[in-house]
């Protein structure tokens, strides 16, 4: 028998263990458990029909995908701002480690109008790039360049503190013993900030996943192609199609929640060792 | 592999860390290089390993000119403060790392390195714990293990900063036999930063008394201890006692090397050369009180104000002939200085 009582020098473990779970109920379980109720007044063929509809399984393919691309991006992109920003002095470091977190606060519609704006066939990028024949605005691309730019800072936020723990000592050592720089690399500093990317590498991806936004004003929106999960949910609600928007919605979270879950026991195996 | 130092100097900013300095390490020495913080000594170990550049100067391995070299490339083991182990590597990757990143073409082959990992974990006595993470070894196993892991490639020096710094006092001591123990073993040249003189006296063959970005002076153990070339280096390695006298007050026959002083001198005297009397034998004793004594410990050490000039000295007796004497706080003796150094006065601490 587990003895719950037994003499713990922190104090409050009950009251604390309480309130995580109420508190876990209320704001997470609870609205989540709704959904499933709700999903649950479809039969079976009807929930199938669903999800399983060629428009519905094309917007998972592109949410997810692109999702996974922009979170891939970040996740090198990010280390590389990360280290900079941790290992150099250069001037306006301030500034450059603020606008990092610019994506957090700026409204999604903003940062999409804008992305939009700069993308489009006649905005200050797009011109230059579609002449080459890169479409971006209105197309699954314009889709990962959104989610790559509301990811950015959850890499560098997560990597940035690992990166000023590790002792430059370590590289140092491994100098000394005849390292050369891309062996420290891969061998001694990413098995060190890799549970840390993997943490903002989950969290981009999972953002990205539910990003509405940012997203819809640079996707253009064309069924089958560039149509994203969340849009597909607001339309079905719009239709009064709660069941619908619900089962969709259901699917989406089983997936998020699988990948999530497979993510963190990497990072589990990695972080292991990572201890002092 | 011998070590030649020649005129280095670096700053940092304005601050200077080492002022021209030279030194000359014998191959298959172990040097120890001693002094306050600040005073330059992990600077100049990091040039020699080219952890650091230096502004001006050389270093030559054997007369080889290694200054421009990359880290990677001079063949040194360095040993850091605070071990610098691989977290997420286990005690046996830690050791092997030296010898897997060679190129291809030198690496050994994996039986080759197991044999050799293995070897060096039965030389730092760890043969049981290859497949531990740093984190589960006490700070004495991890200092060894990074110890292991710079030896791993035959280095040609090794170089070792404040090595037992970050651990408690009896690790420290056991720490320091066992690599006195291993040098003699190995032989490899080696050269060890710290600040604590007994580390540096016990365990060096050299030892180099650094001060404010100086080399204040380089001998032997009994050389820097018995015959300390400046007033720094005399109270940096042990307690010491002033004396103050006018010029041709002092007793000559006890002045270790006699220097003609002019007008006021300073007097240098270990508490270990500080005889008590009960009687005035000669007129070399000044009368003194005894003000407090700490009588536990190897040496009784007993605090004692003169009263001639209220000049406070202490003196270590050997515990017989503190039992012998039998000295209580308050009594009036006579202390002499057995051993004196004296030293000119514009040169003092």
Known sequence: MVNIKQHRVLPGFGLAMGFTLLYLSLIVLIPLSSLLFKTASLSWADFWGTVASPRVLASFRLTFGAALVAALVNSVFGLLVAWVLVRYKIPGKRLIDALVDLPFALPTAVAGITLAGLYSSNGWIGRFIEPLGIKIAYTPLGIMVAMTFIGLPFVVRTVQPVLEDLEKELEEAAACLGANRRQTFMRIILPAVIPALLTGFSLAFARGIGEYGSVIFIAGNMPMVSEITPLLIITKLEQYDYAGATAIATVMLLFSFLILLSINLIQWRARRHAER | ?349
């Open chain 2, 1 to 349: 592999m011998g070590i030649q130092v020649q005129k280095i100097s670096k700053k940092f900013g304005t601050y200077t860390a080492l002022d021209h300095v030279d030194l000359q390490v014998p191959s298959g020495e172990l040097v120890a290089l001693l002094g306050p913080s600040g005073s330059g000594k992990t600077t100049l170990l990091r040039i020699i390993a080219g952890l650091e550049t230096p502004d001006a100067g050389s270093i030559h391995f054997d007369g080889e000119e290694t200054t421009q070299r990359k880290v990677r490339e001079r063949q040194v083991g360095f040993v850091f403060q605070h071990y610098a182990l691989f977290r997420h590597m286990t005690v046996f990757d830690n050791i092997a790392f030296g010898l897997t990143v060679k190129p291809k073409t030198e690496r050994p082959d994996k039986a080759r390195i197991r044999r050799r990992v293995n070897e060096l974990l039965q030389l730092i006595q760890l043969d049981n714990m290859a497949n531990r993470y740093p984190a589960q070894l006490s700070g004495g196993q991890r200092q060894r293990v990074a110890l292991a892991r710079a030896l791993a490639t035959e280095p040609k020096v090794l170089l070792l900063d404040e090595p037992f710094g970050a651990l408690d006092a009896k690790v420290r001591q056991e720490l320091r036999r066992w690599l006195r123990n291993l040098h003699d073993e190995i032989h490899v040249t080696s050269v060890f930063v710290t600040h604590d003189q007994e580390e540096a006296l016990e365990v060096a063959d050299r030892v180099v008394v650094m001060n404010q970005a100086k080399i204040e002076q380089v001998g032997t153990p009994e050389q820097v201890y018995d015959h300390p070339a400046s007033p720094f280096v005399f109270s940096f390695l042990g307690h010491v006692n002033l004396f103050h006298c006018r010029s041709g007050d002092h007793p000559a026959g006890a002045i270790a090397s006699p220097t003609r002083v002019e007008g006021r001198s300073i007097g240098y005297v270990r508490p270990g050369d500080i005889r008590i009397s009960r009687s005035a034998a000669t007129s070399e004793d000044y009368p003194a009180e005894i003000v407090f004594i700490q009588g536990a410990g190897a040496l009784p050490r007993v605090e004692l104000r003169r009263l001639d000039n209220g000049e406070t000295v202490h003196a270590d007796l050997p515990r017989e002939k503190y039992r012998q004497l039998g000295l209580q706080i308050g009594e009036k003796v006579f202390i002499r200085p057995t051993n004196m150094r004296i030293f000119v006065p514009d040169y003092q601490i």
